[in-house]
Each structure stands twice: as C-alpha cells, then as structure tokens.
C-alpha cells in the first residue's frame, strides 16, 4: 500500500496539479463534449482495442466504448480515475504516466483528448515514444490538444497582473505549431495524415466563468505567491482586464485554439 501511495504521489507531481474531479466533471464539461468531433478521425473496425490515453473521468472512454471499440483508459489523476470508474464500472481504467507506460498487449488505436499540452517540451518525445511502442502497426494515433497561441489573451492578462505585483509569469503549458508537432511524430516513425491549427472561441459556465477557468486550470504559476488574498487580488484585477476581450453579450469565453492531429505508425 505504502508503494502505491507513493507512486501516485509521483504521477501527481508529474502534472504538478490536483484536480477538483467532481466540479471538472459539472462545470467543463465542454472539455469531453468537443472530444467527440476528435473521436471521428478514429476509422478503425469495430472490435479495435482503443486506448484513451489521459482519460480523465472518462468521458470519452465511455462515447468509444459505445462506438463499439474494446476501450482502455488512463491518466495520471487518481482524483478524476476515481470519478471514471465509479460513473463507468464496466471499463478498465489504469494509472499511469502519459511519458512512461507499457501496455500489455498492443493497441490499435491511441486517441487522446486536451492532454498533451500538459506534458513539458522535454518529455514530449518520451511520450510520443511510449505510444509508437504501444501501437500495432498501421495502428492510428489520433489527438487534440492545446496549439500555438491557445488561450494567448488569458494568459497574456495573467502575465501583466503578475508583473504589477512583482511576480514573473511562464506559462505552464506546451502549445506547439503544426509543423513542429509534425516533425516530432515523423522523427519517431510516424506519417501524418492529417493536421489541422484552429480557433475555438468557448463558452465558459456561469457569471463567475472566467474566475473559474483560472482557478481549475491554472494552478503551477500560483505556487510562488504565499499569499490566499494576493492571489484572489491577482486573479480578480485579471478578470476584470479581459472582461473587455472575452466577456460577450453576458457570457465569458476562453480564446481556445487547437491542434487537432492523425498520424500512423509506420
């Protein structure tokens, strides 16, 4: 038990982030929702071994299990893995670190879902490795995720806030272009089928949208301030700076932008 403990610790601290499973699950829900225009690039037959890699609650696990697909899923969040399996009893879900993971059998398909953003530039290739090695041949990696510019207004605001008091802002996420994501898949043995970079201007839930997103998604920059009202200051003189760009017609929206990708394993 004390192993597994720590070993959860450790994938915890690898996305440097505890989430809010249950308020993730109710109010971003649009998350899984747009995962489904992702889950249409899958052509594989029904019967394919699919693994949803980043899993979440599981959401989209269950639409590819519907699909009639024989689904895994994974993530690295014992908090979320806990909402996934008691809302889906019937599917396997496992822990495990999108950077270091072996299967025991190979799978026909790696789709995965608003993840790789969080794993660092360094340990992309790792990553992208694991699911070559996972994948049978011909087998399809299909994903979305975060791409060059996501969310370049919030995260811009957020820098001016943190600079007024004194604080350096990096952003915590990886957002890469096209073709620097391509040559990553092709230099593992990948061919890229399709590649697309895309706006997605969305709705966030209730009046306190904005207030919300930052504090669900944006957790690693606020590490440095010790202070709970400090931070509460830096997120509310945020919100009201983007209030101007993203505050439409009585509803808040996040300046999403997407890379949505198909690459075979060659």
């Known amino acids: 038990m004390k192993i597994q403990q720590m070993r959860n610790e450790a994938l915890k601290n690898e996305m440097n982030i505890t989430w809010n499973a249950e308020k993730y699950t109710s109010d971003f829900s649009f998350v899984h929702q747009y995962g489904n225009y992702v ?54 879900f496992v822990q495990g670190d999108a950077a ?20 660092e530039k360094e340990k992309q290739p790792d990553m992208i490795k694991c699911v070559y090695n996972t994948l049978k041949k011909n087998g399809q990696f299909v994903f979305e995720f975060g791409g060059y510019n996501n969310n370049r207004i919030i995260h811009s605001a957020l820098a001016n806030v943190f600079q007024e008091h004194g604080f350096c802002y ?19 043995g990948f061919q890229v089928k399709y590649a697309v970079l895309f706006d997605r201007l969305t709705e966030l839930k209730g009046e306190n949208g904005m207030e919300e997103w930052i504090n669900m998604f944006v957790k690693r920059p606020f590490t440095v301030i010790r202070s709970e009202h400090e931070k509460a200051e830096i997120i509310n003189r945020t919100v009201e700076e ?10 808040w929206y996040a300046d999403y932008v997407r890379i949505r990708m198909k690459a075979v394993r060659s």
């Open 39 to 92: 889950a249409e690039l899958i052509d594989a037959a029904p019967g394919s071994f699919v693994l949803d890699l980043g899993c979440g609650n599981g959401a989209l696990t269950k639409v590819l299990q519907d699909k009639g697909y024989r689904v895994i899923g994974m993530d690295a969040s014992g908090e979320l893995l806990d909402v996934a399996r008691k809302n889906h009893p019937a599917i396997e």
């Open 170 to 188: 990096k952003i915590p996420f990886y957002f890469p272009t096209i073709g620097e994501y391509a040559s990553l898949l092709e230099s593992a």
């Open 100 to 119: 270091n993971f072996v299967l025991p059998e190979p799978v026909d398909v790696v789709f995965s879902n608003a993840v790789f953003h969080w794993i």
């Open 242 to 251: 983007l209030r101007r760009d993203l505050f439409i017609n009585g509803k």
